[in-house]
């Protein structure tokens, strides 16, 4: 397999700080915008007009459809999507295999496998049987 595959897939609209590390195959859209200290893992999908603010992390997997803001200093779990529109307001930590509906706005930290839908979370059925220990 060529170099190609590890290769990075950046539009050339995108603004991006110069301290941003992106993963390996991980696209990023028109019009993104990424601020500095910004971490994105690999084989993630950064649709078009998102913007991710200072200091926020993403972890491998995670797809940000069209126009999601991501405010400063958000962690997101691996594999999980926020979709069209979504807001995710500073510092709140989501956590891996979540999903976030269209349009919606998280205020809250959730850090277990989550859907969020209509302004609340709903556990996931693959969710129920773990355990949650101290």
């Known amino acids: 397999m060529s170099n190609q595959a590890n290769q990075k897939r950046i539009h050339p609209s995108a603004v991006i700080s110069e ?5 390996n195959e991980t696209a990023v859209g028109a019009g993104v915008i990424i601020g500095a200290g910004v971490f994105i893992g690999d084989h993630c999908r950064i649709g078009t ?8 992390k993403i972890q491998n997997n995670c797809v940000l459809e069209p126009g999601v803001i991501i405010g400063k200093a958000v ?3 691996k594999n999980t999507k926020i979709g069209i529109g979504a807001r995710v307001i500073n510092g709140v930590t989501i956590g891996p295999d979540s999903v976030i509906k269209i349009g919606e706005i998280v205020l809250k930290d959730m850090i277990y496998k989550m859907v969020f839908k209509r302004g609340a979370w709903i556990y996931r059925e693959d969710s129920l049987n773990c355990k949650n220990e101290d």
């Open 49 to 56: 007009g998102v913007i991710i603010e200072a200091n926020s």
């Open 75 to 77: 962690t997101l779990g």
């Open 19 to 23: 301290d941003v590390m992106i993963g």
